[in-house]
């Protein structure tokens, strides 16, 4: 929970604030941090009455004549009183190596409030232009650096003395808001009530059916589908459903099979961990992309960095490798041809694709000149085809060589062929990246272009992996609002789903798929996850190593629109660490069933396909006015939405799958 602090010396001597945004400010996984990193004095009440008797009157009289708040902003109020205006200038720290951007102008003997940002700490600077001789010049008259408050009620008074003497700039706060992520505390603590609610009522119902009416087990509830030694007692409910229950956990494209109460024959289980971790990252990815209820955190950084947004499609690449084990010795034990594994893998690739490119004409008619080729399921799909034909070419029908010394790693020795493919892709991306020359850049340019390092690469934003897109599919055929274009002001279209990025892709979902090799070789829960913390650690710190733990200074920092290779070594170390949690808490210590999460993920493919086509409409989204509060609530309750939708659909037994 937030806390403020004043920090403050006699005489109206240097005074200021900072607060500890305690709860969450910057989640997983930017640490916990003090906030208060402002240079700028603020006076939250001293004694300058004067001011504060006119900001009373201001705010009494004036108070219809600003500009109305919404989420992530603040009022700054200026009080001018000399004959000559402010210019404005400001430079958030978010826009790396960026220069202080023109804001506007402030008359001079005039009260103008503007809104200023409060995601990042912010740089301003208040200057004079004096024309002379048909010359222009700026005079610096102050500047500051601070983090703003959200919905704080900032005052700074400039008369002749500060204009002239170059005093510090001093703020007046005319209020206390109440810290912006309140909220989430809030619905995380409505969520867990409601969820502790529905848990009870669920055993309280179950308990009362078997005392009086003598019913047995629900089969709504994926704990009475597997017992304690991992086996299910189910048939399909339809012929062609039946070699989906045989792969097991499917990939993202496979939503898995519904059990049936007749013909009961011994199979194994489905790793309701596996689910339960693709419906985290699916409902998780719903929330996201319907707002995140608008705070900075829920959304993509503008360029290098870590949000929460930033883990689901990564993760969700990562589950597609680790559910691929399964699937593929489903199809060998049907004793499926060479040929028919091939063709079912490339119509599964083709079908995924082409309900991306859907995906992508969803927003009206069809432009076909400026279709947007790349996407989320389009990635989903190249990955998935290289990924499939590799293991194909590489697969063991056996465990063999446990007597060996070295039989304790043989899930990496005895496919190092594999390994050797998925490091070459690796390196051809880290050639192309940093080798390949991009006409008008530096060689190895990977930032953002536009405003960043003085424009002087303003055409350059993303280096090679741009210059890729743009050569192979054409400017108008990629994405036309990349996340740098409001704060770096870029001009060029970028692609975070691009060409390049898929190599790094396939390496993520090969990290996937040893997971998953993890899971098939060896029995023991102990030898399962001891493995993969180590995968996750390592995986971890060569990441750390990569961006030398920082967001900007590292050789190769985290970047999501790049597929950077520290970025999805980091989001392999998050999802093997994840996978070890779940695992032990649901299926090794039963504690959970993976309730709700794993309705979503058994039907992953029909909910994400149907969130992204649906969100603009009722009961999902109407308008609202833009506060923090009432958008959460509104974002939570359209991921809500569709984890009813899934259970309804696991309750009637219907599954889609590709």
């Known amino acids: 929970m937030a806390a403020s602090c004043l920090r403050s010396t006699d005489n109206g001597k240097e005074q200021g604030e900072c607060w500890l945004l305690g709860f969450g400010l910057h989640f997983l996984p930017t640490p916990l941090k003090l906030a208060c990193d402002q240079d700028a004095d603020v006076d939250p009440r001293s004694d300058n009455s004067s001011r504060w008797a006119f ?7 004036h108070w219809e004549d600003r500009p ?6 603040a009022w700054l109020t200026l009080n001018v009183s000399t004959d000559f205006g402010l210019q404005i200038w400001a430079r958030s720290h978010q826009c790396w190596k960026c220069p202080l ?25 208040f200057a004079r232009e004096h024309k002379e001789h048909s010359m222009a010049f700026s005079e610096d008259i102050c500047s500051f650096t601070i983090k703003f408050r959200e919905h704080g009620d900032y005052w700074l008074f400039m008369d002749y003395s500060t204009a002239m003497q170059q005093e510090s700039c001093v703020l007046l706060l005319a209020n206390d808001p109440m810290p912006s992520e309140m909220p989430i505390l809030y619905t995380a603590l409505g969520l867990l009530g409601l969820a502790a609610f529905c848990s009870f009522s669920i ?52 939503g898995g099979i519904a059990p049936s109460a007749t013909s009961p024959t011994k199979k194994k289980a489905r790793l309701r961990s596996l689910d339960t971790f693709r419906g985290i990252s699916l409902v998780v990815m719903i929330f996201v992309n319907y707002g995140g209820g608008g705070y900075w955190f829920f959304e993509h950084p503008p360029w290098d960095g870590l949000t929460v947004a930033d883990l689901v499609f990564p993760w969700f690449i990562f589950i597609m490798g680790t559910s691929m084990t399964f699937s593929f010795r489903g199809m060998y034990r049907r004793q499926m041809t060479s040929q028919e594994i091939l063709t079912k893998v490339l119509v599964r690739a083709i079908k995924l694709f082409a309900l991306g490119i859907i995906l992508n004409s969803a927003w009206g008619p069809v432009d076909l000149q400026k279709l947007r080729i790349p996407g989320v399921l389009q990635r989903f799909a190249l990955t998935y085809l290289v990924i ?17 010394k070295w ?28 080798a390949l020359p991009v006409p008008g850049c530096p060689t190895g340019y990977t930032g953002p272009g536009g405003l960043s390092e003085d424009s002087r690469y303003e055409n350059c934003t993303g280096g090679a992996a741009g210059y890729i897109d ?50 098939s070789i060896f029995q023991e829960h102990r030898s399962r996850i001891i493995r993969w913390l180590i995968w996750g650690a390592v995986a971890g710190a060569i990441a750390a190593i990569l961006c030398k733990g920082s967001q900007y200074d590292g050789w190769i920092p985290l970047n999501k629109n790049l597929w950077s290779v520290s970025f999805i070594l980091t989001m392999a170390c998050f999802a093997f660490f994840l996978l070890a949690v779940l695992y032990v808490i649901i299926d090794v210590l039963d504690w959970w069933g993976g309730q709700p999460f794993i309705y979503p993920g058994m039907n992953s493919i029909v909910i994400y396909f149907c969130h992204d086509i649906f969100w603009r409409v009722l009961p999902i989204n109407w308008d609202l006015e833009p506060l923090h509060w009432k958008l959460l609530l509104q974002d939570v309750w359209g991921a809500t939405f569709w984890i009813l939708v899934a259970y309804i659909l696991y309750r009637k037994h219907i599954f889609v799958a590709l």
């Open 203 to 254: 055993k309280l119902y179950s308990c009362f059916n078997s005392r009086f009416f003598h019913k047995g087990a629900d089969i709504s509830n994926p704990r009475d589908l597997t017992d304690s030694t991992n086996t299910i007692v189910s048939t399909s409910i339809a012929e062609t459903n039946v070699d989906k229950q045989n792969e097991g956990n499917a990939n993202i494209e496979n």
């Open 55 to 61: 900001i009373e009157y201001h705010r009494l009289h």
């Open 68 to 73: 109305p708040l919404g989420h992530d902003v």
């Open 407 to 434: 039989a304790f790693i043989r899930d990496v020795v005895l496919y190092l062929p594999e390994w050797i493919i998925h490091l070459l892709f690796l390196a051809l991306f880290l050639a192309l990246t940093y």
């Open 101 to 125: 951007v023109y804001v506007t102008e402030v008359n001079g003997r005039n009260t103008t409030t503007i809104l200023v940002n409060t995601t990042a700490t912010t740089d301003i600077k």
């Open 470 to 519: 743009v050569m192979v599919l054409g400017k108008h055929h990629i994405y036309q609002y990349p996340t740098p274009s409001e704060l770096y002001q870029t001009k060029m279209p970028y692609d975070p789903e691009g060409i390049l990025g898929t190599l790094t892709s396939i390496f993520l979902c090969q990290l996937g798929v040893q997971s998953g090799r993890i899971l």
């Open 388 to 404: 499939s034909v590799v293991y194909f070419f590489f697969y063991r029908k056996q465990d063999s060589h446990q007597d060996r």
